[in-house]
Structure formats: C-alpha cells, structure tokens
C-alpha cells in the first residue's frame, strides 16, 4: 500500500471500534469512518462520520475533497493482509552481506 502521508487508528471500547484516518501532511485533517456493512467484503471504503480540518479549509470543500477520497480509499485498502516482510528482509540480508 503506497499511502505514506495516511495512517489508521483503531480504538476498541464499550463492545464496538472507532476508526479515524489521519492525514500528516498539508493539510492536516483526521476522519472517522464506520466500516460500510453493506460492501461484499463488510468494510468497503468506510462510511464518513466526522471530518476535522483545518479552520483555513473549512467550507472549501472543493479543495480538499480529493483528499477524502484518498483518505476513503487507504480505509479500505488499509484491512488488507500485509505484505509478507520475509521477502523484503531476505533481499535486504543478500544486499548487505559480503
């Protein structure tokens, strides 16, 4: 997944979870989402539930909305299985050896 500017929280309490996507780059806004139970895979890009921007981007929605939809689409890609590190590691270990 090549989101580097994205990352989800996941908060467990009172018998359910909440989500937030956090963007940590200009501009700086979190969501939370719900996972859409209507999607064949029970999550799909998540259901927005609250948006906190910046004050200098509030009611220009227009210039941040391709970031939602960025935002969106990590929430949803972000419930993948990972990439195995095996890989990644065995290449790194055959790179540095001498």
């Not at 259901?47 to 949803?76: H, L, M, T």
Request: hydrophobic share 35%; net charge positive; aromatic share 14%.
């Amino acid at each position: 997944m090549e989101s580097p500017h994205f990352f989800r929280i996941e908060r467990e309490g009172g018998g359910s979870s909440r989500h937030y996507v956090v963007h940590t780059n200009t501009p700086k806004f979190s969501m939370e989402l719900v996972p859409d139970r209507s999607a064949p895979d029970q999550i799909g890009q998540g259901i927005i539930k609250r948006v906190c921007v910046p004050n200098s981007w509030a009611g220009d929605y227009a210039r941040y909305a391709k970031f939602i939809g960025a935002a969106q689409e990590f929430f949803g890609k972000s419930f993948e299985p990972a990439a195995p590190k095996e890989e990644t590691f065995s290449a790194e270990t055959r790179r540095f050896q001498a």
